[in-house]
Each structure stands twice: as C-alpha cells, then as structure tokens.
T-cell receptor
Framework: EPEVTQTPSHQVTQMGQEVILRCVPISNHLYFYWYRQILGQKVEFLVSFYNNEISEKSEIFDDQFSVERPDGSNFTLKIRSTKLEDSAMYFC??????????????FGDGTRLSIL | GEDVEQSLFLSVREGDSSVINCTYTDSSSTYLYWYKQEPGAGLQLLTYIFSNMDMKQDQRLTVLLNKKDKHLSLRIADTQTGDSAIYFCAETNTGFQKLVFGTGTRLLVSP
C-alpha cells in the first residue's frame, strides 16, 4: 500500500539553526499538510498546500516557517532560527483531493525534532 | 474555536469490547475520523464517518455518531493485544482543509 515517508526520523539541532524536514507524499496525491505534536499535547495543524501554494495555515505557522515542493515528489517544511519550543513530532500528510471530496489524509511516521 | 475532547485512558481485557468516546464542539463538522498511533509510528487512518450518518461498521470497528450531542464513539469488538495504541478522534468541515484532533485515548489491552 502506498505510504507517506518522512526523513529523518529524528533530527537534533542547536537553537537558532535552520532545519528542513522532508516528506515524500503518496505519488498521485495533490494536497499536502504539516502537523506537529508537542510532547503530551494534541496534534496541531500547521499548513496545507495545493497547486504550489499554501491553501490554509494556522496561527502557529508564522514567518519562521515555510513550505516548498521543490520537485515532483518532495514536500519540505523549513524552520528558520529554531527555538526550544519548536521541539515536537512533525507529521506530514497527503490526500488526493480536498475536504469537500472527503479524501482522508494519510500520515507519515513523523520526524522527531529536538532543539538543544 | 473548534475543540475535540477524549478520555485519556482505557484498559480492557483481551476478547472484551472497547469503546472509545469523543466529543466535539464544531456544529459544522462534516467528517469525523479515527486514527490509531502505535508506539514510534505515525497516524494510521482506521475509519471515518460523514455527519449525515449515525453508524458505520467496518469489520471489528463500529463508529457511532450522535450529531445532536456532538458525540462520536469507536467500538472495537473482540479487542486484541495488538489493538493497544493511542486512538485519536479528528474532525473537519468543508470550509477548511485542516483536521482538528482530540487529545488521544491510550488503549491498553491485557491478556
């Protein structure tokens, strides 16, 4: 069964550094998402991406964050000038249509980001 | 804003039925989902229900939706030790792309 893959599984970064989290969505999917889960808290939506642009973003997704689809297969989340509170599990998801068509979002295994 | 709540913990014996409950506040919720997270793994979609339905069955899984009370439940029949995981309820509506998740319910199945 096709799956969403994320790399790396664990990323350790010094505070203030930039980090790029990578995702390969399911190949025929058109909508892409990032979520995060701070330890012990809920899974929170960050951003959705369609047709090479952001379609929706949360208050969390400020200027520190950016997303990109650099080629036909990868979808990346960049966090600039990381802070301690960015430490979390980051999940990528994809779906082959938007919510109106009820195509469920399929998630990767996540990248655990640890900021020191 | 939208909020989704779940009880944090449920413990059952192998072979029993498990019922995991979820309440939500968004009256515009259109689709409601159940995801399973095993240790060290991602979020696996289990099942989902459209808000104009009140029940959906899929093998050992039964989803019940009470739209009036904004209450969703997941029943797992003949629970196995392999069902031990965290179960997340999530909702969305057609106005948005995002999923809003509950806190997750940790299910522990003992032999």
């Amino acid at each position: 069964e096709p799956e969403v893959t994320q790399t790396p599984s664990h990323q350790v970064t010094q505070m203030g550094q930039e980090v790029i989290l990578r995702c390969v969505p399911i190949s025929n999917h058109l909508y892409f998402y990032w979520y995060r889960q701070i330890l012990g808290q809920k899974v929170e939506f960050l951003v959705s991406f369609y047709n090479n642009e952001i379609s929706e973003k949360s208050e969390i997704f400020d200027d520190q964050f950016s997303v990109e689809r650099p080629d036909g297969s990868n979808f990346t989340l960049k966090i600039r000038s990381t802070k301690l509170e960015d430490s979390a599990m980051y999940f990528c998801a994809s779906s082959d249509a938007g919510v109106r068509s009820n195509q469920p979002q399929h998630f990767g295994d996540g990248t655990r980001l640890s900021i020191l | 804003g939208e909020d989704v709540e779940q009880s944090l913990f449920l413990s059952v014996r192998e072979g029993d039925s498990s019922v995991i409950n979820c309440t939500y506040t968004d009256s515009s919720s259109t689709y409601l989902y159940w995801y399973k997270q095993e240790p060290g793994a991602g979020l696996q979609l289990l099942t989902y229900i459209f808000s104009n339905m009140d029940m959906k069955q899929d093998q050992r899984l039964t989803v019940l939706l009470n739209k009036k009370d904004k209450h969703l439940s997941l029943r797992i029949a003949d629970t196995q030790t392999g069902d031990s995981a965290i179960y997340f309820c999530a909702e969305t509506n057609t106005g948005f792309q995002k999923l809003v998740f509950g806190t997750g319910t940790r299910l522990l199945v003992s032999p």
